[in-house]
């Protein structure tokens, strides 16, 4: 475990964390100057111990909102006021060169935004008064109420999804992730909340139509060919599937298994399950706990492992479940569990009545505990205080 203690540096200035490396911290800060708002840009660098200013943005208009979006290369920054009009600005996170800037003009006004990668982000709008009776008849016709675009910042090109219901999953619950040197896009598509579904399985008895939880998986690369050749119905492949028979969920990724939660109505079970990315069986990994207000799951998605937290005379004991066979046990005093590292460090909001941002690491293997006075961020190994 890595602890970067940035509180002399940032514990009294405006910070909004984007991404933690484990050789870099990349942040913004938001300053009014001579009256004017502005976003400032940083790296700071672990090994140097210091902060580097990669870039300035300024907008007279206070109603802006900006979205930070770390790529692989690069960092874009979409600024919107919920109009029809954003700013896109692309910046390299090594020399802070601005390498695109851009106002772009939306069919519909701002929803939402995914960047997929350093070139390519996909931009969700709903209907505005120009361009209402285009919305309605895409209500109509795919029950869905707002339209999404692929930009590709490079080319300067917009593509229009015609793939609604998948563009909806990726703005839901796209995962991406890397395994064997491919980045692959995972989509969780229940058919409801697990409760909801069962409610309506049980009302409906024997005459269940064809109702279907789905876990897709698709190459991003394919995914971006496939949008840019037009296709109306882009091709994933289907991991894990459920009907009227139970549910499935995904939980994350594990060791080159894509990890879900699977409920059998039949036999009145649930499983945690395993499927390897490069295709193979599904294997049962172990049975899902019954749990309560004294106790509950716990998922790292980061680092792929599935906890169980059970609750008894003030104290918390931390089970490995999947990914992990630990077994620590922690006082309440610690406070609402952040993450888990080395198997050994519990980080966790610390519990105090006070308005001010505090942290704790607790050493399970010297029962030890450290409290500090700042906000808290953890990515990997890598546990940052500001």
């Not at 505005?128 to 008849?137: I, T």
Request: hydrophobic share 35%; aromatic share 12%; proline share 1%.
């Amino acid at each position: 475990m890595t602890v970067i203690d940035l509180r002399d540096e940032l514990y009294n200035r405006k910070i909004e964390i984007i991404e933690i490396t484990k050789d870099f911290i990349f942040y913004a800060e938001e300053l009014k100057i001579n009256g004017v708002d502005s976003v400032y840009l940083y790296s700071y660098s672990f090994s140097e111990n210091a902060e580097l200013l990669l870039s300035c943005f300024s907008f007279e208009d206070a109603a802006y909102i900006q979205h930070y979006y770390s790529c692989e290369n690069s960092i874009i920054i979409l600024f919107e006021n919920g109009s029809g009009k954003v700013w896109v600005i692309k910046v390299d996170k090594a020399t802070g060169e601005e390498v695109y800037r851009k106002s772009i003009s939306l069919v519909g006004r701002f929803s939402e935004c995914v960047a997929l990668d350093d070139s390519n982000i996909i931009v969700y709008t709903k209907s505005d008064d120009e361009y209402k009776s285009l919305f309605n008849r895409c209500l109509e016709q795919t029950n869905s109420d707002c339209l999404a675009n692929l930009y590709d910042l490079d080319k300067n090109i917009r593509y229009f999804i015609k793939d609604f219901n998948t563009a909806l999953l990726v703005k839901n619950s796209m995962v991406k992730f890397f395994g064997g040197g491919t980045e692959y896009m995972l989509l969780n598509d229940p058919f409801s909340g697990e409760k909801e579904k069962e409610a309506f399985v049980k009302e409906l008895g024997s005459e269940t139509e064809d109702i279907r939880d789905n876990i897709w998986l698709m190459r991003k690369n394919k995914f971006l060919e496939e949008i840019k050749a037009g296709e109306k119905n882009i091709k994933l492949k289907r991991v894990a599937t459920a009907g009227s028979n139970g549910t499935v969920r995904f939980e994350c990724i594990c060791s080159g298994d894509i990890v879900f939660k699977g409920c059998s109505y039949k036999h009145k079970r649930e499983h945690f399950c395993a499927v390897p990315l490069n295709g193979g069986k599904i294997r049962t990994l172990t049975r899902v706990k019954k749990y309560d207000e004294h106790s509950r799951y716990y998922t790292d998605k980061d680092k792929g492992k599935i906890y169980f937290l059970t609750h008894n005379n003030d104290e918390w004991c931390l089970n490995g479940e999947v990914g992990t066979d630990i077994n620590i046990t922690y006082p309440d005093s610690v406070g609402n569990i952040i993450s888990c590292i080395e198997d050994r460090y519990i980080i966790a909001d610390s519990i105090l009545n006070t308005n001010e941002k505090y942290a704790a690491i607790f050493d399970s293997a010297l029962g030890l505990k450290d409290v500090f006075q700042a906000r808290c961020e953890v990515k990997g190994e890598v546990v940052v205080l500001y």
